[in-house]
């Protein structure tokens, strides 16, 4: 049954890498070394305690084996699931399962990429379909602003509510000194910005960085004895209904629906419990459809509902405390990220900008274009 795994593993340590630009003769493996240690140190656990292990890459097609020969893990349980960037929201499901079953015991999750220092620009997973390439797509960004655009059409949301995106996270992003990109931001510097792929302009996209980043899971009864308050996983779902954009039933419906309706069924809380939503943001229509699909609101509401500050700081639906993939860190593949900030808020460790009392979060993202979709509920102990 589902409903099991409630509670039955929880997370344990988090940490990034350096982020940003780590500069030349730097690799993903050794970002990826660099946030396991720190998870790890955070933890109070040693290398030698990972026995499962879980990573997904652009860079390496086994991604799992690759990062275990560098490290020197020998591990008993491996998962190398790469379904575009919510692939570790997946693993954390995936490691849930394991750890209940005892195929492991104590879970690593890692990513890293060096897209900005590497010169590879936009890296993604996200190929073309040849029924799409005579028509010559910017992948993903034209993908994405066609559902954009559609959005627009079907529902009536605005070129403004969709800018707001970029202005409230930035907001958070002001808060974190983490983040990559803090200067100020408006709606009009949004919409004026160059054009990339329209309605997108380049303030519609997120940044381009460097980064890795690193989650511990293990079960309840050994998380007692380590050194962080555990955060529970309440509940978990993941979907796919297509690969290539040209097979998506609804330009404005995405997997979301399917995978956020498990996670929150086996979690048994609903949106409204929900203090603080960290979500996979490589454009400004994401958080908005995201939004619609989780059951925050309705189809279509979604520019509305975010308006007017909701999503930023201070408002009734907090979104990407850390200042998201749009102005914090998106190297490539960004879902581990909204675990690990995610952790940290009901952790009470958010720093400024900490949600007050946090302690219910949705950690949630997609991959592909729009392609697959997974979901996270995380809880304190209160929760339980």
Known sequence: MTEDLRGKACIVGVAESDLGAVGEGVTPLDLQAQAMACALDEAGLKKSDVDGLFSASVYYQMASVEVAEYLGIQPRYTDSTTVGGCSF???????????QTGACDVALILYASTQRSGGTGFTT???????????GPRMPISMYAMSAARHMHQYGTTREQIAEVAVQTRAWAQMNPKAFMRDPLTVDEVINARMISEPFTLLDCCVVTDGGGAVIVTRPDRAKDLKQQPIYLLGAGEAHWHRHIN???????????????????MAGVTPEDVDVCELYDAFTIFPIMHLEDLGFCAKGEGGPFISGGRIGPGGACPVNTNG??????????????????????????????QVDGAQVAVAHGVGGVWSAAATSILGTEATL
């Open 89 to 99: 929201i997946v693993h954390l499901h995936h490691a849930a399962t394991a750890l």
């Open 125 to 135: 997973n996200a190929n073309p379909s040849p029924y799409e390439l005579p028509y």
């Open 247 to 265: 097979q998506m039933p609804d330009l404005t419906v995405t997997a979301g629906i399917d995978s956020g309706r498990r996670a929150f069924e």
């Open 324 to 353: 998201g993939g749009m102005s914090y860190c998106h190297p490539g593949m960004y879902g581990i990220f909204t675990i690990i900030e995610a952790t940290r808020q009901l952790r009470g460790q958010g720093e400024d900008r």
